[in-house]
């Protein structure tokens, strides 16, 4: 069964950073545009960063200069090195992806991992 897995959350003082990565697993033939989403406490979830198969990029405007959002193809994975953090930035991080599962004739469908926390603070 396809699954998308997080990974490299945790505690980091503000001004650090972290790394985020994500990793498709199960019978896939193909990754469209992947990315990451975040939900604070009482707010809605919100897109960060998204990477199409081509590797064209787009970021929130709170994020923009300081997170940068990447794929290996080869290893179904995705990361997200978030720099300069800010207390701001306290959420569950949430991967995203378009996979297309067995074969070509199989259609994309949207796939979620089940996140991981990232707190900034001192």
């Known amino acids: 069964q396809v699954q998308l897995v997080e990974s490299g959350g945790g505690l980091v003082q503000p001004g650090g950073s972290l790394r985020l990565s994500c990793a498709a697993s199960?019978?896939?033939?193909?990754?469209?545009?992947m990315g990451w989403y975040r939900q604070a406490p009482g707010k809605q979830r919100e897109l960060v960063a998204t990477v199409t198969s081509s590797s064209i990029t787009g970021y929130a405007d709170s994020v923009k200069g300081r997170f940068t959002i990447s794929r290996d193809n080869a290893k179904n994975t995705v990361h997200l090195q978030m720099n300069s953090l800010k207390p701001e930035d306290t959420a569950v991080y949430y991967c995203n992806a378009e996979l297309q599962e067995s074969s070509r004739k199989q259609p994309y469908r949207q796939y979620w991992g089940q996140g991981t926390q990232v707190t900034v603070s001192s």
């Open positions: 199960g019978s896939i033939f193909g990754i469209g545009t």
